[in-house]
T-cell receptor
Framework: GDSVTQMEGPVTLSEEAFLTINCTYTATGYPSLFWYVQYPGEGLQLLLKATKADDKGSNKGFEATYRKETTSFHLEKGSVQVSDSAVYFCALREGGSYIPTFGRGTSLIVHP | EAGVTQFPSHSVIEKGQTVTLRCDPISGHDNLYWYRRVMGKEIKFLLHFVKESKQDESGMPNNRFLAERTGGTYSTLKVQPAELEDSGVYFC????????????FGPGTRLTVL
């Protein structure tokens, strides 16, 4: 079945550092890929998505590129802020389904 | 516009007790979903309502879990009797039928079974 593997956290960075959170997936078809973010006390929010190979999703300074050859969708940001501290979930969704398959989540802690 | 709300935010109960979680979706959203995240693991799908009907309940772990959505508005998820392995965070999400691939999530209910 489908699965998503994310790097374990927590990831601890200083403000303005470069961020990478790795995500790889296994899928039977050609899924859409997503990153969700959960800020403390809030629900999951869609951060960005990509629907086909080589697409780049971007939002709020975050980027991720759909790499079919490496089955990866790594999340990057050039300069993190304290307000980026949250839990980040990588997910995929196969065509025809509205139910995402999530990874385990990666906690990001950014220090001033 | 209010988002998806869930009540309570936290619940601590003893093994064998009953707990009922509530989810209020965004007004007008006919699709309602329940998910669960056990500590440190993936968020897993539990079930999906369209209005008051259960569209897909393939993720429900066993018959100790009962979900209802009477009247097609809010939903409840009852766990009876609770077991230790039921501990986790229960998320609810809702979406419009016309844009079902965009789900809005609530903040979750953290359930601890002692």
């Amino acid at each position: 079945g489908d699965s998503v593997t994310q790097m374990e956290g927590p990831v601890t960075l200083s403000e303005e550092a470069f961020l990478t959170i790795n995500c790889t997936y296994t899928a039977t078809g050609y899924p859409s890929l997503f990153w969700y973010v959960q800020y403390p006390g809030e629900g999951l929010q869609l951060l960005l998505k990509a629907t086909k190979a080589d697409d780049k999703g971007s939002n709020k300074g975050f980027e991720a590129t759909y790499r079919k050859e490496t089955t990866s969708f790594h999340l990057e940001k050039g300069s993190v802020q304290v307000s980026d501290s949250a839990v980040y979930f990588c997910a995929l969704r196969e065509g025809g389904s509205y139910i995402p398959t999530f990874g385990r989540g990666t906690s990001l802690i950014v220090h001033p | 516009e209010a988002g998806v709300t869930q009540f309570p935010s936290h619940s601590v109960i003893e093994k064998g007790q009953t707990v009922t979680l509530r989810c209020d979706p965004i007004s007008g959203h006919d699709n309602l979903y329940w998910y669960r995240r056990v500590m440190g693991k993936e968020i897993k799908f539990l079930l999906h309502f369209v209005k008051e009907s259960k569209q897909d309940e393939s993720g429900m772990p066993n018959n100790r879990f009962l979900a209802e959505r009477t009247g097609g508005t809010y939903s409840t998820l009852k766990v009876q009797p609770a077991e230790l392995e039921d501990s986790g965070v229960y998320f609810c999400a809702s979406s419009q039928v016309s844009s079902a691939d965009t789900q809005y999530f609530g903040p979750g209910t953290r359930l601890t079974v002692l």
